[in-house]
Nanobody, 126 residues
Framework: VQLQASGGGLVQAGGSLTLSCAAS????????MGWYRQAPGKQRELVAQ???????NYADSVNGRFTISRDNAENRVYLQMNSLKPEDTAVYYC?????????????????????WGQGTLVTISS
């Protein structure tokens, strides 16, 4: 699976942006799909995750503002970002976890993701 993230850009605070991640192979068999971000000088951090069945998990900092969705038929994962803040400025990466057994109600960690996109830059101006 190869992932290609797109949709980044420059937006004013309070605005919205939708990121898209296109997979070259089918993602329908992938366990979880996620979005991470990395701001300058900081570690990469989780933004949101979604399972094959549609369950979602969000970082506290974006909960209620961002929405992750997954279209298995189109092999795409989206991140709808609303009420953007300057602190959301970062390079955003999509990631996919290969199909494997995972205990119910558990989420993959950073190291569990097998495939990564190249990143798309999101800049929020104040």
């Amino acid at each position: 699976v190869q992932l290609q993230a797109s949709g980044g850009g420059l937006v004013q605070a309070g605005g919205s942006l939708t990121l898209s991640c296109a997979a070259s192979g089918t993602i329908s068999s992938a366990n979880s799909m996620g979005w991470y971000r990395q701001a300058p000088g900081k570690q990469r951090e989780l933004v949101a995750q979604t399972t094959r069945g549609g369950s979602t998990n969000y970082a506290d900092s974006v909960n209620g503002r961002f929405t992750i969705s997954r279209d298995n038929a189109e092999n795409r994962v989206y991140l709808q970002m609303n009420s953007l803040k300057p602190e959301d400025t970062a390079v955003y990466y999509c990631a996919a976890e290969a199909e494997r057994y995972r205990r119910p109600n558990t989420w993959p960690s950073y190291n569990d993701y097998d495939y990564w996109g190249q990143g798309t830059l999101v800049t929020i101006s104040s």
